[in-house]
């Protein structure tokens, strides 16, 4: 059964740093795509960035480009979530998520096509 755990969120002053895992168990997830997404209050959940696990290659949306990075560590089995500069509509749970598929479209940007979620981490940004 597969297991996503997100952690290191927290509060942080606007600009400053913040680095997310998702620790994920269960099975090899070399095949896997591995997404961010994040919900802030009263929005829609959106699309964050997203790493191919093989190949370890990444796709981000326009509004976290040269800020947020995405990286894995292979033999740990955790994704990471790197942001820096950091704004006050950053602030959101934040969560990782899972597609079983190895030729997946990084780009797409779906929830719907992610199978295993994790239940997120709260990131709270102060002006």
């Known amino acids: 059964q597969v297991q996503l755990v997100e952690s290191g969120g927290g509060l942080v002053q606007a600009g400053g740093s913040l680095r997310l895992s998702c620790a994920a168990s269960?099975?090899?997830?070399?095949?896997?795509?591995m997404g961010w997404f994040r919900q802030a209050p009263g929005k829609e959940r959106e699309f964050v960035g997203a790493?191919?696990?093989?190949?370890?290659?990444?796709y981000y949306a326009d509004f976290v480009k040269g800020r947020f990075t995405i990286s894995r560590d292979y033999a740990a089995n955790t994704v990471y979530l790197q942001m820096n500069s950091l704004k006050p509509e950053d602030a959101a749970v934040y969560y990782c998520?899972?597609?079983?598929?190895?030729?997946?479209?990084?780009?797409?940007?779906?929830?719907?096509?992610?199978?295993?979620w994790g239940r997120g981490t709260q990131v709270t940004v102060s002006s």
């Open positions: 998520a899972a597609r079983s598929n190895v030729y997946y479209n990084i780009a797409r940007g779906s929830e719907d096509d992610y199978n295993y």
């Open positions: 790493i191919r696990w093989i190949s370890g290659s990444t």
């Open positions: 269960g099975r090899t997830f070399s095949g896997y795509v």
